[in-house]
């Protein structure tokens, strides 16, 4: 049992390139989110998707956009990278459907995108 | 503005020791409270949660206390080990609807044999 697989572990971007971040549970959890984080600060949400063919907006989400591609995948994607974009990204998921509150998430182990 | 915080960005213990992490948080309608643990290079791990109507609770070798007067939250860890060095993140739900977690910035564990 994986969990919360991501995919690249690592990448670098020219500033303009676009890249895809790749998500994927076998939990059969309901919703899936996304986040960044930086030095110095908690982790920020950038993008949640509460059930599948739901997505909506979280805390930071500028700059990217997402698409819930079946129950299992949830992808971000950097349409034109910037050097604030440089952060270790994080997916998650949980069992509730609609994101209820009060749940715990499971994460992934991350990627590290640096924008140069 | 409201916030979740940490007493302390660093704790160094001996191997045996008990440590105690605290995190404050000011937002009085939040009612889920986590604690997760982030090695180097890893994603945050579940350890332990709380409801607001509880005042504590108890995992293996962890226990949650909750201060709902002095809106403080601590993870107490027993019989430290080295394997329990690492980030500890406090968070809080304010969710309404949907999971919102608002995480602290951390506090880095340092366990000494």
């Known amino acids: 049992n994986a969990g919360v697989t991501q995919t690249p572990k690592f990448q670098v971007l020219k500033t303009g390139q676009s890249m895809t971040l790749q998500c994927a549970q076998d939990?059969?959890?309901?919703?899936m989110y996304w986040y960044r984080q930086d030095p110095g600060m908690g982790l920020r949400l950038i993008y949640y998707s509460a059930s599948e063919g739901t997505t909506d907006k979280g805390e930071v989400p500028n700059g990217y956009n997402v698409s819930r591609l079946n129950k299992r995948e949830f992808s971000l994607r950097l349409e034109s990278a910037a050097p604030s974009q440089t952060s270790v990204y994080f997916c998650?998921?949980?069992?509730?459907?609609?994101?209820?509150?009060?749940?715990?998430?499971?994460f992934g182990s991350g990627t590290q995108l640096s924008v140069l | 503005g409201e916030s979740v915080g940490l007493h302390l960005p660093t704790l160094s213990v001996q191997e045996g020791d008990n440590s105690i992490i605290n995190c404050a948080y000011s937002n009085s309608a939040s009612d889920y409270f986590i604690w997760y643990k982030q090695e180097s290079g890893k994603g945050p791990q579940f350890i332990i949660d709380i409801r607001s109507n509880m005042d504590k609770r108890q995992g293996q070798r962890v226990t949650v206390l909750l201060n709902k007067t002095v809106k403080h939250l601590s993870l107490q860890i027993a019989a430290t080990q080295p394997g329990d060095s690492a980030v500890y993140f406090c968070?809080?739900?304010?969710?309404?609807?949907?999971?919102?977690?608002?995480f602290g910035t951390g506090t880095r564990l340092l366990v000494s044999p």
């Open positions: 939990m059969n959890h309901n919703s």
């Open positions: 968070a809080e739900n304010r969710g309404t609807g949907f999971q919102k977690l608002v």
């Open positions: 998650a998921s949980s069992e509730a459907l609609g994101g209820t509150p009060n749940e715990k998430l499971f």
